[in-house]
């Protein structure tokens, strides 16, 4: 397959361009490599990779690149609320604009593998699983503009969503905001976390099992296509506070509090039921436990506030 990933040099991206190359596919990345541009280095050797760098927002760009390729995974977004927030007309823009210009570009037959975010899901019934047809009620400007770019792509057809969970783990383009990712190097640089509204709940996924959500689609596309698929993992619909003790397992001398009084801006509560794509075949490999333990060995390494998202 011949495969345009626009965002690939970002934190799911820049994993899940190498292990397309390596099944044997074609890539052609476009991104502006704000990250620095060393997140795709590996992939340069490879003479079956492209990078392209320029705007997802440019017509003519797009225009180009569109007629030679099979599949198409959009990447390019502005992830999470807090950056939405500081940022609405680019949110909005690249989040759901740019999506929509890609659908408008593209032929019948051309696929589309759209990553939405199950934070869509708001804040949940309590005690029942989100399912796929359960009401999508974002709470930010990031969670609607996601929810409203994928009701575009079901409804242009021959396409597969997935709704993701809180991804976490170790990525040549680093995150540091994202929840398992900031308590654990705060677990291990500072020892210590204050948790607001910790029995707030989330599902969580590796970023690796995330490529292999991509890879599974790609080969199961045509039994697959025409449906959103949540992409978590079963064993981890966990609070905050669940988290912790999970992460403590791992840290010594690791200290949570629950902060008495004080809110978390971000209100999400869920639990999501994944039993749809597992229906598929498709099995994580990596644990909430595996996370923890890579990311330890990451925060060795580096420990800097570039890899912030915001």
Not at 93 to 114: C, G, M, T, W, Y
Not at 118 to 128: A, C, H, K, L, R
């Amino acid at each position: 397959m011949r495969i345009l990933i626009t965002g690939g040099a970002g934190y799911i991206g820049s994993v899940l361009t190498p292990e397309l190359l390596a099944d044997g596919h074609e890539v052609t990345v476009l991104d502006t490599f704000t990250g620095g541009g060393t997140e795709l280095a590996i992939c340069c050797a490879d003479p079956k990779f492209t990078a392209v760098r320029g705007d997802v927002r440019d017509r003519s760009l797009l225009t180009e690149l569109v007629a030679g390729h099979d599949v198409f995974i959009p990447l390019a977004a502005l992830v999470g609320a807090p950056l939405c927030a500081r940022d609405p007309f680019n949110a909005t823009s690249v989040n759901l604009d740019a999506v929509k210009l890609l659908l408008e570009l593209l032929s019948p037959d051309q696929r589309v593998i759209f990553p939405n975010s199950n934070s869509g899901y708001g804040v949940g019934e309590t005690g029942e699983e989100c399912t796929e047809d359960s009401p999508l009620r974002p709470l930010s400007l990031y969670g609607r503009t996601k929810v409203d770019a994928e009701a575009a792509v079901l409804e242009r057809g021959n396409a597969v969503t997935f709704r993701l969970a809180t991804v976490f783990g170790v990525s040549p383009r680093m995150r540091l905001d994202l929840l398992v990712n900031d308590f654990t190097y705060r677990a291990v640089t500072d020892r210590v976390v204050v948790v607001f509204e910790g029995h707030f709940k989330r599902n969580y996924i590796h970023v690796r099992d995330v490529a292999k959500a991509f890879r599974h689609a790609i080969a199961e596309f045509d039994s697959m296509q025409g449906r959103p698929y949540n992409v978590g993992l079963s064993s981890a619909n966990l609070s905050k506070i669940e988290l912790c003790e999970a992460i403590k397992r791992h840290v010594e001398n690791f200290t949570y509090l629950e902060a008495p009084f004080g809110e978390d801006p971000d209100k999400r509560d869920y639990i999501v039921s994944n039993a749809r794509i597992e229906g598929t075949g498709f099995v994580p490999d990596w644990s909430l436990d595996d996370g923890i333990t890579e990311l330890r060995k990451g925060f060795q390494m580096f420990r800097n506030a570039r890899f912030s998202n915001v």
